[in-house]
């Protein structure tokens, strides 16, 4: 009897999402990040490394292919997730890893969209890519805006109008940082729309 037990332990281990040896999760953020994973099965075999950086300026986590990546074919390319380790509201820091769970699903999503938004580029386009959003307001609004979309595709809406609302609508967050999700990211309503056009039934002649 103990010893099938410890079989099924083994299995159970084996299959589990959160030791996938592809996804590298640190442990206190473990539960958010498995359950945004869940909606992006195309990323199963794809290595991902989330880590807690210091400070991330801007921002409060980024999504980039590792330097390595650009030697790589499309396929075996690495990608690293970084997560600021805390953030402030009214001058006062706060953990990220403490930040609702649902809030964190919705910014972890949003991050894998990134990552979906990534795969099919080339070593190329991806150099050029990343050249333009340092240099180029016009060109963050399109890729923030397509990470949100490739999140909403994935059946991801309600996390991400969760974080917004938690951003936009939570008085004592920094007004600079409010008026940057408006201008670069997905509105409510337009996440609301393309929801709508996603649900569409297609029509058949």
Same mark, same amino acid.
């Given at each position: 009897?103990?010893?099938? +037990?410890?079989?099924?332990?083994? %299995? $159970? !281990?084996?299959?589990?999402?959160?030791?996938?040896?592809?996804?590298?999760?640190? /442990?206190?953020?473990?539960?958010?990040?498995?359950?945004?994973?869940?909606?992006?099965?195309?990323?199963?075999?794809?290595?991902?490394?989330?880590?807690?950086?210091?400070?991330?300026?801007?921002?409060?986590?980024?999504?980039?292919?590792?330097?390595?990546?650009?030697?790589?074919?499309?396929?075996?390319?690495?990608?690293?997730?970084?997560?600021?380790?805390?953030?402030?509201?009214?001058?006062?820091?706060?953990?990220? +890893?403490?930040?609702?769970?649902? %809030? $964190? !699903?919705?910014?972890?999503?949003?991050?894998?969209?990134?990552?979906?938004?990534? /795969?099919?580029?080339?070593?190329?386009?991806?150099?050029?890519?990343?050249?333009?959003?340092?240099?180029?307001?016009?060109?963050?609004?399109?890729?923030?805006?397509?990470?949100?979309?490739?999140?909403?595709?994935?059946?991801?809406?309600?996390?991400?109008?969760?974080?917004?609302?938690?951003?936009?609508?939570?008085?004592?967050?920094?007004?600079?940082?409010?008026?940057?999700?408006?201008?670069?990211?997905?509105?409510?309503?337009?996440?609301?729309?393309?929801?709508?056009?996603?649900?569409?039934?297609?029509?058949?002649?």
């Amino acid at each position: 009897m103990v010893l099938m +037990k410890r079989f099924i332990l083994i %299995i $159970l !281990i084996c299959i589990s999402p959160t030791m996938s040896a592809q996804h590298t999760i640190p /442990q206190s953020i473990e539960q958010e990040v498995v359950k945004a994973l869940t909606y992006y099965p195309e990323l199963d075999s794809t290595v991902i490394k989330i880590k807690f950086k210091k400070h991330i300026k801007k921002s409060t986590m980024q999504a980039r292919p590792t330097f390595g990546s650009f030697f790589r074919s499309k396929k075996k390319r690495r990608y690293i997730i970084l997560i600021s380790e805390s953030f402030k509201i009214s001058d006062k820091e706060f953990k990220t +890893k403490n930040i609702p769970s649902d %809030i $964190l !699903i919705g910014w972890i999503g949003h991050e894998l969209g990134h990552i979906m938004d990534y /795969q099919d580029r080339s070593n190329l386009n991806l150099i050029w890519f990343g050249i333009n959003y340092l240099l180029s307001d016009n060109h963050i609004v399109e890729a923030e805006r397509a990470a949100d979309t490739f999140a909403v595709a994935h059946g991801m809406e309600d996390y991400i109008l969760k974080t917004k609302d938690f951003i936009l609508n939570h008085a004592q967050i920094n007004t600079a940082y409010k008026e940057r999700i408006k201008r670069y990211y997905l509105s409510p309503e337009e996440i609301m729309e393309l929801v709508k056009q996603r649900d569409m039934p297609l029509q058949t002649d």
